[in-house]
T-cell receptor, first 114, second 113 residues
């Protein structure tokens, strides 16, 4: 069964450094998402992406964050200058089309900012 | 802003019994509600979706109800098995946007053999 893949599974970085989290959504999907989950807390929406542009973003997704689909397969989340509070599990998700509300999640990247 | 509450952080039940998990919400009128399963260190896995005009949905041993008057969904696992032990998340969505989901904090279910 096709799945969303994320790399790396763990990322450790120093505060102030830039990180790029990578995702390969399911190949025929059109909608892409990033969510995050701080340890012990709920899964939170960050951003949705469709047709090479951001569809919606949450208050969390400030100027330090950006997303990109640099080619036909990858979908990346960049954090320009990481803060301690950015430490979380980051999940990428995709869905086939506008009318299919079911999201397929990757296994996540655990980001630790020191 | 919307608020989503799941009845308890943890629920322990005996194998073979029915587990019932609750999701309540306020300040929101979702077009649909979903239930996901999350295992430790893994991403959520979709289980069931129920729309605002539906009362009940079933899939194998799973049953979901949706009461838009009470603003509540119940999630049942019948004949529970130890393999059902996981965290179960409810998520609300609408169709005005790109189907972004708002998740509850989850209920950690443990099925005791």
């Amino acid at each position: 069964e096709p799945e969303v893949t994320q790399t790396p599974s763990h990322q450790v970085t120093q505060m102030g450094q830039e990180v790029i989290l990578r995702c390969v959504p399911i190949s025929n999907h059109l909608y892409f998402y990033w969510y995050r989950q701080i340890l012990g807390q709920k899964v939170e929406f960050l951003v949705s992406f469709y047709n090479n542009e951001i569809s919606e973003k949450s208050e969390i997704f400030d100027d330090q964050f950006s997303v990109e689909r640099p080619d036909g397969s990858n979908f990346t989340l960049k954090i320009r200058s990481t803060k301690l509070e950015d430490s979380a599990m980051y999940f990428c998700a995709s869905s086939p089309d506008r009318n299919n509300e079911k999201l397929f999640f990757g296994s996540g990247t655990q980001l630790s900012v020191l | 802003s919307q608020k989503i509450e799941q009845n308890s952080e943890a629920l322990n039940i005996q194998e073979g019994k029915t587990a019932t998990l609750t999701c309540n919400y306020t300040n929101y009128s979702p077009a649909y509600l979903q239930w996901y399963r999350q295992d430790p260190g893994r991403g959520p896995v979709f289980l069931l979706l129920i729309r605002e005009n539906e009362k009940e949905k079933r899939k194998e041993r799973l049953k979901v109800t949706f009461d838009t008057t009470l603003k509540q969904s119940l999630f049942h696992i019948t004949a529970s098995q130890p393999a059902d032990s996981a965290t179960y998340l409810c998520a609300l969505g609408d169709q005005t946007g790109a189907n972004n989901l708002f998740f509850g904090t989850g209920t950690r279910l443990t099925v005791i053999p």
